[in-house]
């Protein structure tokens, strides 16, 4: 139901280091379905250790991917593979693509990607209301220690989302630098629902190689395996955002 992390745990995993391998012999990755984004595809991942346990999940842009996205907007549901089904808490992804990025003015209003890992099922997600419908449910917050400490919550809510926490110690948010990417939390209903890679279109579009720790809650309302890092990086021609060096949060 809970776990507290200790300052131990966290030197540990920046000791053993966060960097996957999902190449390296015994470790097997497998791969979903594609699906078409711009001129290329998109598909998720999940990376094994050799004695099964999950290290990575994450999301492969292929060339071409970032391409003739429609101004209109993108929204890709993208499923697990077989393999990884309930070996993680995550149960399927989503890509989410806004040319003209969203509130607030100045800050997030650039083309960019939202890219969702949910812990919460896909019809529960997509039964989640525009907010003046339930408001009570997107403002029954989680209790403390579910969303990593100092984070935000954003205003309102989106539909078959829910509630947006950021982190104000974000260059964009305190006023140190512009929206390249950041890590954002999301909460329905008194849960801890997504961890959110959100990324600048401009940012993908170079060669990025961002490999941070991944701003951790104390407590987990599931037991499983949780990402301790995030990284964004540029693996030949393809774009790999994932959740990294996964440990056991019971």
């Keep these: ?86 070996k993680t808490p995550f149960s399927h992804i ?30 529960e997600r997509e039964a989640i209301p525009p907010y003046p419908m339930a408001p009570a449910k997107f403002d029954n917050l989680p209790p403390a220690g579910f969303i990593p400490n100092g984070y935000i919550r954003l205003p309102a809510g989106v539909p078959a989302m829910g509630v947006h926490w950021a982190d104000p110690k974000s260059p964009e948010l305190a006023g140190t630098g512009k929206f390249t990417e950041t890590l ?13 890679p959100m990324i600048a279109h401009e940012f993908l579009k170079g060669s990025p190689n961002v490999n941070k720790l991944l701003p951790l809650p104390t407590k987990f309302e599931k037991a499983g395996y949780y990402p301790m890092n995030y990284s964004i990086k540029k693996v030949r021609d393809d774009i790999q955002v994932s959740l990294d060096a996964m440990m056991l949060m019971q």
């Design 184 to 196: 954002i939390y999301g909460s329905y209903d008194g849960k801890m629902t997504f961890i959110e």
């Design 1 to 86: 139901m809970k776990h507290l992390l200790t300052l131990t745990l966290v030197a540990f995993v920046l000791l053993m280091g966060c960097e996957k391998n999902e190449e390296a012999p015994g470790n097997p990755t497998y791969k979903g379905t594609e699906q078409t984004l711009g001129n290329g595809k998109a598909y998720s991942w999940v990376t094994f250790a050799a004695d099964n346990k999950p290290l990575s999940i994450g999301i492969t842009l292929t060339k071409g991917a970032l391409d003739n996205i429609p101004h209109t907007g993108v929204a890709l549901v993208l499923a697990l593979p077989t393999q990884a089904v309930g």
């Design 94 to 123: 989503m890509i989410d693509y806004l040319h003209t990025g969203h509130e607030p003015p100045g800050t997030y209003d650039v083309a960019h990607f939202d890219m969702h890992f949910y812990i919460q099922s896909q019809a």
